[in-house]
């Protein structure tokens, strides 16, 4: 880590040309949006309100909100509404003012604890909690309510214990998954709330009173603390394990850290330039005015600060606050004594309270959301890593609040009197909205009276829980919202209690099941209670007197003892099995040695076990970007200089691109790669030959060009040498990184930087021999080909997204002055000179557009050289618009607009944003499972177009459509503008599709489940977003989206993602998937039906929230081709067929009752009802729900079209279950009727005329064939037979002979029952019976399968058939062992139309294209613009994606449509060097073969767009006036408008 | 399987250090992990549909023909006494109508099945310490063929359940076992209401089923005009065909009873003995009956499934039953009048498909035939109609013409 302080502190008086830096903060602008964040939070909350009010609640009582409400009577102005959403006031070191207090002095309002917790149970409340959850679930309360009614023998239960025991078994097992799933969160939640935060003690926080409670709430502490002992000693008892640690830690805290804070800190500092006072910080945008104080004047006592100059009235005019006057807050009132006690202690998270002072140390994790007051760094800066809430992993800026930053030790902070006056928390990660207030004397008077004074505070000054404090030695700051208030808590979903589709769906059969139950119960009972009316049955003569005495009070108990005995309907056993099938499922799918991943030993890891269904229904797939698709690494791994491109790369993009043209891919990568590493030998050796850089490593090598290398070594001229020279050093000075020394030999230079493609440029800089070493106060030390040099930077204007350019003004060794400029292709472009270097300009052009098609970023590096006089002349209008007042950054913008000119073009760059292995494929074998891809991220529009693009979501058939309403940073637009503008634009795109978003549509959408055409993406960014999300909008939103081939969201916060996907969710009634790697996706992963965390190398939050844990983005394909749609289909198969045989069953039992007058007897012996769901029938049927596999892996993968039938979740649908239930009546009435035929209508079934009619024996004929004929039903409705299915069906019939045997003869117990095994088994009647039953049975299921096998066959039949013939005998050997993607080629065959286009696609024209299946076509390169018809695009007007490469296509076609250039094609590459340039010449190649559908198209190159832009913006004469207002608009309107405003004569 | 974790003072870290080491998660590649097991995918080709159909339409249409067969050769005949009390003539014989009998024999004999003569006497019967006048009902009947052995005799009920809830558990097995269960436990239990009599007595069989039993009597039936045995110069009157009252049921039963250890002065005969027990037990005269021995005790308490049910009387498994009239005299106690009841008795003769049942054959001949049809349907179109190609891709979905307007069908065109 740099230590950034002392330099800094050197520089305390400045020099004048010393650097500087104007930092545009990359904060969000977000106006008027937390409220309707706010609402679709709400919203979202609401609509799963159902499912998760258990979590609520468990949170809600685990803190500390409970409010009694007594204390609000004396109408303070706080509001404590147990929420915390009223605006709250935060007191340090001032006495809380009397309404706050409540009669005993005590803080009225309660903050929410720091401590969260997302587990649902503790120990103690575990067992009458979850009880209490699962006697939620309808089915469990009847099976309780059987069980008690089995306790009465008057209902005719046999055995009330062992009638208990499955529903026991349910509950205990299903309790303690519960517990093993919530154990994991809880023993995070007490890691997280145990991690160490370093807070001032010894000093009193009057804002929270930890004993500040009523009698009543004593009571409830004690019982809290009592029972916490209880938990923790319960605890210790079971987690011996976790005592040792958690004692260190205690230990730790008592010691007080002899740290920073103990460190003499140079008050000089403060007294530099920097603050000099005044009333208003020119150079902050934090305003500070007085205001008058209401506060009885203080005692006017102490000093001024050193430094403070003259005092300034509150009415300070223009000018003179154009003179850097300010006022330097101060919060520290200098009168207060130290007491020296306060430390800062380390202490435990959870121990955090609202209105604690923290110290927050480099890498640390935030434990709160906390307001910054001041840091290491002397100007109050900090960076923080925010991934864990947007998912970016670049650095960002916070800046302390102004008036704090003189607080530097714990001492400090005793003195420090203030009140911090915030808005309630809220979501919206991006806005932040509050006030710090104090009273100071001001400078020069120091016995004045002290003025009120105060200073805005907003999301700039405020880290947030779950960040990391990077590059920053420390952050003092103040404890301002707590757990669940923090943002990220808010903007965390509730940890969800998923189940399955089927799971729900199957409450409905469950209850249609009770209403076949109650008519069954009620048909019995009444036709029982008129049996018993009668007088002239034998049961009036020899039963003396019926069970309840009156028939009605006989039919009545009757009732109930059907439901006993036909509780089978609604089979508990059902709820066991499907809980076993889903767990064996994900062992399976954790056993799959496919989607291991060995780099970090990371299987596919199932968090939930009971959703594996889902997975196979999924049609909507969610993905987050960065660390999911992408690899979040940036390699440099091209470059044009002078001309000349370098660089040896293979992207996925090109392999794609490849694979799309016929290239056998594995032999083409692999020889590429092979070519790739020898070029990095010679690239390397090369290196070390020219300068033995102790700074390169040889593995971090990214920019293979040994070309580059041997030109640098000047093999060819000197001109190209210095060209290379100096574009490499143009990179190692013009960016804004932060150098990391890692010790160690040799000495490894990292870099951190706001962008990771920084980072990347200045490393391949370094690698080349140009090393950043260090910055210094002026200026930047490198270390160039070993020798350290010291470059003198003057300014560095910031990069921007609005600018998309960054700047840094050198003074050279030799004393010139450069301005170096790096940016995006068309800023830069457009800068350039007028009139030089045309050909250098058009070469670099098409360099970059190939870089591009390889799926690279790139940017361009430019210089001008700056005379003395011009530099000194730009600088004091620099000057003045830093310090400007108003519209500061737009005036920097446009002075820095104006030196940002005449450039000369060095060369360009590509980076490779690399895609994870396989990303491109898994998404196209993804889309042809009909499954649509939604990316959501917290990225920029430009990257995620960029990897839109690179991962074929996007491709340049398609037209984007734009969705964007513009920010409007003054606030003036109402939402009702807002509205109207996103209306507006959604009915735009709907027009293309000729909808209008109506009723109508919708429902006809619900239907649809076809994936749209490839013709056209859509993107939208989290402002727009918020907007289109509202009730009105939604609707035609999700329409628009359903047409669209892509969609990407961009920008967006975490609630956001979550929103979106519950939109999709609830709104087109689908099945959903989020993937995703960062704690910002935790909201979508748990929204989702299906969440699927990345285990990446950082952060695991995604992963402990996610349902699947896997190691590589695709992995998904086999997850959900594979595993997603055998474990639905096997599932749907599973239920059916378990209903299926219940109702055999037990109408079986049913028909008996007709012939005993429905008085609810027994036919079957009482062991055959305990084991039929036990042993004989349920354990084929779950291996059937385990094992069964209609096509195996590597065909499932091979034929992806197969999962469409689980997106139309046609493997489980109501028809399915009722026909399933009519064939299980069917065959109810043929297993009870044959064997009463063969056995009741005679005198005698036996060979020896002995009875054999008995109920018990007559029970033995219905139940073997009915057995036989499940079990056989079962093996016929599973596809694959396997040894272990056969063998399990085989031992199941077995089983009911054996246990007939067993149970019949060892014991006379079995009452009448006894013997019955001998003299049934010794009976042909018996074995005929045996045959003929099972036989008729199954005889209209075979038949309809057969019918429907031949003449209506699923694709699945024909896919079998296929296999059968040996079509896939190619693929199936090559055994998913590596789980490797599957060659398509090997299945020509499946697909009959894929072999068709490529024997067409040799020759096809571009005309025929459209008609082609979109995957055979051959690919537009991404940058290459194609055909963009006006119509459509004018849709998407006011793009600002025009950032590095391919989104400039819709800019040109929008400004360029009828023009037509000649520059594009066979444009000579300047043949100054001739050598062998595999990379080039490869990409070349395939552009050439695209070259004919260019021409067709009459489109343009972008490389002729760049020819035709260039210089535009460096023309001269424009009044300051006019740029200002383009510039203005720029800002609102992006780069595209930009452009077209200089373009425009 | 607990996830590694970033932050963590326990123990886990130190499980997750020692997981970066080895491969530790690599789930074994083996046949059974991966689902990779042999297996044959059960593929409904044309081929097999029509061997399967094949099959079973020649093993349903062999076994209907042969149980055809069987149940033709049973002999039978069933008559219904029901009445005989109160339709009978008295004393004289006279004809029993015709829709009572139901009987199997081969057609062409003299001698008619379905002509057979009844009547009724009060005869004074002699039971154990009593006698008392009772109706005795006469029925003589023709058997127009010989029966060969075994000719079992069965008693059979009409609407008589014996499957109701709690008649089905009106018993005590450890009585009937011969324990002497105390009164405390019989009371209560599921013998109730009948446990115990008005004096507390136990009642011995206790429960609703063994009060219930059966009480007519039957004699063995006695052939009227015997022929000229061989040997044998004059004719005799009559010869009983002496059939058994053992062996007529299982012969595991036995274990199920024994003779009762209660002292006699404990119990009471059920209320319904009062038949046969009219001063309840006594000892030395009417002691309880050995229910290990009394076969005809044993088969009441296997109770029938149906209310139809027959139960086995008597038997005679060495015998030819002489064709001739015979003549069967009951005892005619039973009255089943009351409850809307039939009862009635059957000689039969038995094959190994038991008595007379026509039903298995035919059902086994339906099967077959519908096998039959379904294959030659099967037949005619999959093989001659419009057969399909076995794996013939244009059936696939996505290459259906009528999707030719999505993605991915465009390859079909």
């Given at each position: 880590m740099v230590n950034r302080q002392p330099e800094e502190e050197e520089a305390g008086?400045?020099?004048?040309?010393s650097m500087q830096r104007s930092r545009w903060a990359t904060r969000k602008l977000t106006v008027k949006s937390s409220s309707l964040k706010r609402l679709s939070l709400v919203h979202r909350k609401h609509n799963r309100a159902a499912s998760n009010e258990k979590k609520r609640a468990s949170g809600g009582s685990e803190?500390?909100?409970?409010?009694?409400?007594?204390?609000?009577t004396d109408g303070a102005?706080?509001?404590?509404?147990?929420?915390?959403d009223a605006p709250r006031t935060v007191f340090f070191n001032l006495p809380l003012p009397d309404e706050l207090k409540d009669e005993e002095g005590r803080p009225l309002q309660q903050y929410t604890r720091?401590?969260?917790?997302?587990?649902?149970?503790t120990p103690l409340s575990f067992i009458p909690k979850n009880l209490w959850f699962q006697f939620h679930n309808i089915a469990n309360i009847f099976f309780l309510f059987v069980v008690i009614l089995v306790i009465f023998p008057i209902f005719g239960g046999v055995n009330p214990g062992l009638n208990a025991v499955p529903l026991i078994f349910i509950i205990v097992v299903t309790g303690i998954k519960d517990a093993v799933e919530d154990y994991r969160r809880t023993i995070l939640d007490i890691e997280l709330n145990n991690a160490p935060v370093h807070r001032l003690s010894g000093?009193?926080?009057?804002?929270?009173?930890?004993?500040?409670?009523?009698t009543w709430r004593r009571f409830k502490k004690a019982n809290s603390r009592f029972f916490g002992k209880i938990w923790y000693s319960i605890e210790s008892l079971w987690?011996?394990?976790?005592v040792e640690p958690s004692r260190k830690i205690s230990a730790i805290y008592d010691d007080p850290r002899a740290?920073?804070?103990t460190r003499t800190t140079?008050?000089?500092?403060?007294?530099?330039?920097?603050?000099?006072?005044?009333?208003?910080s020119a150079r902050e945008e934090i305003q500070m005015t007085p205001v008058p104080s209401p506060l009885p004047p203080q005692p006017a006592k102490g000093e001024l600060h050193p430094g403070a100059e003259g005092p300034r009235g509150p009415s300070t005019s223009e000018e003179a606050q154009a003179h850097f006057?300010?006022?330097?807050?101060?919060?520290?009132?200098?009168?207060i004594p130290i007491s020296g006690k306060a430390r800062f202690h380390k202490d435990?998270?959870?121990?955090?309270?609202?209105?604690d002072f923290v110290r927050i140390y480099n890498d640390d994790e935030l434990p709160a959301d906390i307001i910054i007051?001041?840091?290491?760094?002397p100007d109050g800066q900090c960076y923080v890593e925010t991934k864990n809430l947007d998912g970016e992993t670049n650095l960002k800026v916070r800046t302390a609040a102004r008036c704090g930053?003189?607080?530097?030790?714990a001492r400090d902070c005793e003195r420090a009197q203030f009140i911090v006056e915030s808005e309630p928390p809220?979501?919206?990660?991006?806005k932040y909205n509050g006030a710090i207030k104090w009273r100071q004397r001001l400078p020069g008077n120091p016995h004045g009276e002290p003025v009120e004074m105060s200073e805005g505070l907003t999301i700039d000054n405020m880290l947030l829980r779950g960040c990391n404090l990077r590059n920053t030695e420390w952050a003092l700051g103040i404890v301002l919202f707590t757990g669940h208030d923090t943002k990220i808590m808010m903007n965390a979903g509730i940890t969800p209690s998923k189940r399955a589709r089927i799971a729900r769906e199957l409450n409905f059969n469950v209850i249609c099941n009770f209403g076949i139950l109650l008519v069954m119960c009620l048909i019995v009972a009444i036709a029982n209670g008129s049996s018993w009316a009668k007088t002239d049955a034998s049961l009036y003569w020899?039963?003396?007197?019926?069970?309840?005495?009156?028939p009605g009070l006989t039919g009545f108990i009757t009732f109930w003892a059907a439901i006993i005995v036909f509780q089978n309907l609604v089979p508990i056993s059902l709820y066991i099995s499907l809980e076993i099938v889903r767990t064996l499922q994900a062992f399976f799918i954790y056993s799959d040695v496919g989607m291991y991943?060995?780099?970090?030993?990371?299987?596919?890891?199932?968090?939930?076990?009971?959703i594996s269904d889902d997975v196979g229904q999924i049609e909507y797939i969610f993905s987050d970007k960065?660390?999911?698709?992408?690899?979040?690494v940036m390699e440099f791994k091209k470059a044009s200089i002078n001309g000349q491109p370098y660089g040896e790369a293979y992207t996925e993009a090109q392999a794609g691109m490849n694979k799309r043209m016929g290239v056998d891919v594995g032999q083409e990568s692999a020889k590429i790669i092979a070519e790739i590493a020898a070029a990095k030998v010679r690239a390397i050796q090369g290196l070390r030959e020219l300068h033995d850089n102790p700074y390169l490593h040889d593995e971090d090598l990214?920019?293979?060009a040994p070309d580059f290398v041997e030109d640098l070594a000047g093999k060819n001229g000197l001109q190209q040498q210095r060209a290379n020279e100096h574009f490499m050093l143009a990179l190692a000075l013009c960016h804004t990184v932060i150098t990391e020394k890692q010790p160690g030999d040799p000495p490894k230079i990292t870099f951190k930087a706001q962008s990771p493609d920084e980072a990347a440029l200045v490393a391949t800089a370094r690698d080349m021999?140009?090393?950043?070493l260090g910055m210094s106060s002026d200026g930047i030390d490198l270390n160039v080909m070993g020798e350290d040099k010291h470059f003198e930077v003057l300014n560095t204007i910031e990069f921007n997204s609005s600018r998309k350019r960054m700047s840094s003004i050198v003074r050279m060794p030799d004393g010139k002055i450069l301005l170096f400029c790096k940016g995006a292709d068309s800023v830069i472009y457009s800068r350039l000179?007028?009139?030089?270097?045309s050909e250098l300009r058009r070469e670099t052009a098409q360099h970059l557009e190939m870089f591009a098609v390889e799926g690279l970023r790139t940017l361009c590096i430019a210089e001008r050289q700056l005379t003395e006089q011009q530099y000194i002349d730009w600088r004091k209008e620099y000057d003045l618009a830093s310090t400007a007042l108003e519209h500061r950054e737009e005036k920097l913008e446009v002075v820095a607009d104006k030196i940002e000119q005449e450039l000369t073009l060095l060369g360009g760059t590509a980076i490779e944003d690399r895609l994870q292995d396989g990303v491109p494929d898994s998404i196209a074998l993804l889309g042809d499972a009909g499954i649509k891809l939604w990316v959501l991220t917290g990225d920029k529009v430009e990257t995620a177009i960029n990897i839109g693009f690179s991962c074929n979501l996007?491709?340049?058939?398609m037209d984007l459509i734009r969705l964007q309403v513009i920010e409007d940073e003054s606030g003036d637009s109402t939402e009702d503008e807002y509205l109207r503008l996103a209306e507006a634009d959604l009915d735009k795109g709907l027009a293309k599709f000729g909808m209008t978003g109506s009723d109508e549509e919708l429902k006809h959408a619900l239907k649809d489940h076809e994936p749209p055409a490839a013709t056209h993406g859509l993107v939208i960014d989290g402002f727009t977003l918020r907007w289109v999300l509202s009730d009105g909008l939604r609707q035609k939103f999700l329409l628009l989206c359903k047409q669209c081939k892509s969609v990407l969201c961009c920008r967006v916060s975490p609630a956001q993602k979550a929103a979106v996907v519950s939109m999709v969710k609830h709104g087109l009634d689908v099945m959903t998937l989020s993937i995703g790697d960062g704690a910002n996706d935790v909201a979508m992963i748990q929204e989702a039906d299906v969440g699927v965390g990345?285990?990446?190398?950082?952060?695991?939050q995604a992963v402990m929230s996610s349902d699947y844990a896997i190691?590589?983005?695709?992995?998904l394909q086999r997850l959900v081709l594979v595993h997603g749609r055998w474990s639905y289909r096997r599932l749907a198969e599973t239920i059916s067929n378990f209903f299926y045989k219940n109702m055999v069953w037990t109408w079986a039992i049913f028909w008996f009752q007709v012939f005993c007058n429905?008085?609810?007897?027994?036919?079957?012996?009482?062991t055959y009802i305990l084991m039929f769901?036990?042993?004989?029938?349920s354990v084929p049927v779950v291996l059937m729900g385990v094992l069964d596999q209609d096509v195996s892996d590597t065909v499932s993968l091979a034929v992806p079209q197969l999962y469409r039938r689980g997106i139309e979740r046609l493997e489980w649908t109501q028809t399915k279950f009722w026909a399933y239930m009519l064939d299980g009546i069917y065959q109810s009435v043929v297993s009870f009727f044959i064997p009463f035929v063969f056995v009741?209508?005679?005198?005698?079934?036996s060979g020896n005329g002995l009875?054999?009619?008995e109920r018990t024996r007559l029970g033995c004929y219905i139940a073997h064939p009915a057995v036989i004929t499940i079990n056989t039903y079962i093996l016929i409705n599973t596809y694959r037979w396997d040894w272990l299915m056969l063998l399990v069906v085989a031992l199941s019939d077995l089983f009911i002979f054996f246990w007939t045997g067993v149970y019949s003869m060892a014991t006379?117990?079995?009452?009448?029952?006894?013997?019955s095994a001998p003299q049934v088994y010794q009976e042909l009647t018996f074995w005929m019976c045996l045959i003929v039953t099972p036989t008729i049975c199954l005889l209209p299921r075979l038949v309809v399968k057969c019918i429907q096998k031949q003449r209506f066959p699923y694709d699945v039949d024909i896919i079998r058939e296929q296999i059968r013939l040996g079509q896939f005998a190619s693929i199936e050997g090559k055994t998913a062992a590596e789980g490797?993607?599957?060659?398509?080629?090997?299945i020509e065959g499946a697909s009959a139309g894929s072999s068709e286009s490529s024997t067409r696609r040799?020759?096809?024209?571009?005309?025929?294209y459209a008609s082609v299946d979109e995957d055979r076509r051959p690919i537009y390169p991404p940058s290459v613009t194609t055909t963009h018809n006006t119509r459509t695009q004018n849709g998407s007007d006011?793009?600002?994606?025009?950032?590095?490469?391919?989104?400039r296509r819709s800019l040109d076609a929008r400004l360029e449509e009828d023009e037509i250039t000649?520059?594009?094609?066979?444009?000579?590459?300047?043949?100054s060097i001739d050598r062998a340039r595999p990379s080039y010449d490869r990409i070349r190649a395939s552009m050439d073969r695209v070259r004919p559908s260019l021409e067709a198209s009459n489109d343009f190159t972008s490389a002729a767009r760049l020819s035709r832009i260039?210089?535009?913006?460096?023309?001269?004469?424009?009044?300051s006036g006019q740029r200002r207002f383009n510039l203005t608009t720029v800002r609102k309107r992006g780069l595209s408008a930009f452009s077209k405003k200089s373009i425009d004569p | 399987m607990a996830p590694r974790r970033?932050?963590?003072?326990?123990?886990a870290e130190a499980d997750a250090a020692s997981e970066t080491?080895?491969?530790?998660?690599?789930?074994?590649?083996t046949a059974f992990r991966q689902q990779r097991?042999?297996?044959?995918?059960?593929v409904l080709t044309p081929k097999l549909i029509v061997i399967v159909f094949s099959f079973l339409s020649i093993i349903y249409l062999g076994f209907g023909a042969y149980l055809t067969y069987l149940a033709h050769t049973i002999r039978d005949i069933q008559l219904d006494y029901t009445d005989c009390t109160r339709e009978a003539p008295k004393d004289t014989l006279g004809p029993m109508p015709a829709e009572r009998i139901s009987a199997h024999f081969s057609g062409?004999?003299?001698?008619?099945?379905?002509?057979a003569q009844w009547k009724v006497e009060v005869k004074d019967i002699q039971y154990l310490g009593f006698t008392a006048p009772r109706n005795v009902c006469t029925i003589e009947y023709n058997i127009p063929e010989d029966l060969k052995p075994t000719v079992s005799f069965y008693y059979h009920l009409e609407n008589?359940?014996?499957?109701h809830r709690r008649y089905v558990a009106s018993f005590n097995a450890k009585q009937l076992l011969?324990?002497?269960?105390?009164g405390g436990t019989i009371n209560?239990?599921?013998?109730?209401?009948?446990?115990?009599d008005a004096n507390g007595k136990i009642i011995?069989?206790?429960?609703v089923v063994a009060n219930s039993i059966f009480n007519d009597t039957f004699s063995s039936p006695t052939l009227l005009n015997p022929a000229l045995k061989d040997g044998d110069n004059v004719t005799p009157n009559s010869t009983v065909y002496e059939m058994k009252t053992?062996?007529?049921?299982?012969?595991?039963?036995?274990?199920?009873?024994?003779?009762?250890?209660?002292?006699?002065?404990?119990i009471v005969p059920p209320p319904n003995w009062n038949e046969t027990y009219r001063n309840g037990y006594i000892k030395?005269?009417?002691?309880?009956?050995d229910l290990r021995e009394d076969e005809h005790f044993q088969n009441w308490m296997?109770?029938?499934?149906?209310p139809n049910f027959y139960k086995l009387y008597q038997r005679n498994d060495q015998d030819v039953m002489r064709s001739g009239t015979y003549q069967v005299t009951i005892v005619d106690t039973y009255d089943t009048v009351v409850y809307n009841g039939r009862k009635s008795f059957l000689i039969t003769t038995i094959s190994t498909m038991g008595s007379r049942n026509p039903w298995p054959g035919i059902i086994f001949l339906i099967v077959g035939g519908i096998c039959l049809i379904l294959d030659v349907y099967f037949i005619l179109s999959f093989f001659l109609w419009k057969p399909r190609k076995l794996?013939?891709?244009?059936?696939l979905s996505w290459n259906q013409p009528s999707a030719a307007a999505q993605p991915h069908a465009g390859a079909a065109q």
């Open positions: 008086d400045q020099p004048p040309l803190s500390l909100r409970q409010t009694d409400g007594a204390g609000n102005s706080v509001t404590s509404d147990g929420d915390g720091n401590k969260i917790r997302t587990a649902k149970y000093w009193e926080n009057v804002n929270v009173e930890e004993d500040n409670v009523s987690k011996r394990k976790d740290s920073i804070e140079p008050w000089e500092s403060v007294g530099s330039p920097r603050s000099r006072q005044s009333f208003v006057q300010n006022v330097k807050g101060d919060l520290i009132n200098q009168e435990a998270w959870k121990n955090l309270v609202v209105g007051l001041a840091t290491s760094d930053r003189t607080l530097k030790h809220q979501p919206n990660l991006y020899f039963e003396y007197g019926s069970i309840g005495g009156t991943y060995d780099k970090i030993d990371q299987p596919c890891v199932p968090k939930s076990w009971n960065t660390g999911t698709l992408t690899q979040n990214t920019f293979i021999g140009f090393t950043v000179k007028r009139g030089e270097q996007l491709n340049n058939d990345i285990a990446g190398v950082e952060g695991r190691g590589q983005f695709r992995f429905f008085d609810i007897s027994y036919i079957f012996d009482y769901n036990l042993f004989f029938t009741v209508l005679t005198a005698a079934a009875d054999i009619a006379t117990s079995a009452g009448s029952f006894y013997q490797t993607p599957v060659d398509e080629n090997g040799g020759k096809a024209k571009h005309a025929h006011g793009t600002n994606y025009t950032m590095h490469d391919r989104d000649e520059m594009d094609q066979e444009m000579p590459v300047r043949p260039e210089s535009s913006h460096s023309a001269q004469g424009q009044s | 970033r932050r963590g003072a326990d123990a080491d080895a491969p530790k998660n690599r789930p074994p590649n097991m042999r297996a044959w995918q059960c062409n004999n003299t001698l008619d099945p379905y002509k008589f359940y014996q499957n011969g324990d002497a269960v105390d209560g239990s599921t013998c109730d209401p009948l446990a115990h011995y069989p206790c429960g053992t062996g007529i049921a299982w012969p595991g039963l036995k274990d199920l009873y024994g003779v009762t250890k209660y002292k006699l002065e404990d030395g005269i009417a002691e309880p009956p296997m109770l029938a499934a149906a794996g013939d891709p244009s059936y």
